[in-house]
């Protein structure tokens, strides 16, 4: 499903960028390598998107066998993560555009970024796991007539 992508991506992506970071302050890569933090930081951006849109829409069918709390502190959890996919895909994008004695110190402020991100996502995975394994949300879809 859609939901896994962010977390797969969220997760890999500071273990990337770091290896990144260091290979380019090594002058071990081409300085071209920082478009794989900004592809996969647009990559994150966008699934974050995707998932957080998809359980808005999945929200009244949910909440049917679920306690809004619940459902509301997961989806306050992706929200959180969706701006700061945001705040990556837009710190990959600056450094392309800085002098390059900058690029290096926003690099790593991406990289810290990513770091905070994975962490959201460590919060936001178990939270939406939760919801399937504990509340039964899946039961919604059993039940689910055409509206």
Same mark, same amino acid.
């Given at each position: 499903m859609i939901i896994h992508f962010p977390l797969v991506l969220g997760t890999t992506l500071p273990i990337i960028a770091l290896l990144v970071i260091w290979g380019l302050a090594k002058k071990r890569f081409p300085s071209k390598t920082w478009f794989v933090c900004v592809a996969l930081a647009a990559l994150f951006a966008g699934s974050s998107f995707a998932a957080? /849109?998809?359980? /808005?829409? /999945? !929200?009244?069918? %949910? @909440? @049917? %066998? !679920? *306690? +809004? *709390?619940?459902? +509301?502190e997961h989806a306050e959890a992706a929200e959180n993560v969706e701006w700061l996919s945001y705040v990556l895909l837009a710190l990959s994008v600056v450094v392309l555009f800085v002098k390059p004695l900058w690029q290096q110190k926003v690099q790593i402020l991406f990289f810290i970024v990513s770091l905070v991100a994975a962490g959201f996502l460590i919060r936001t995975g178990p939270l939406g796991a939760e919801l399937v394994y504990k509340h039964d949300a899946g039961s919604a879809y059993l039940h689910k007539t055409k509206e």
């Open positions: 957080v /849109e998809l359980g /808005e829409r /999945e !929200v009244k069918t %949910v @909440k @049917k %066998v !679920v *306690d +809004h *709390d619940f459902i +509301h």
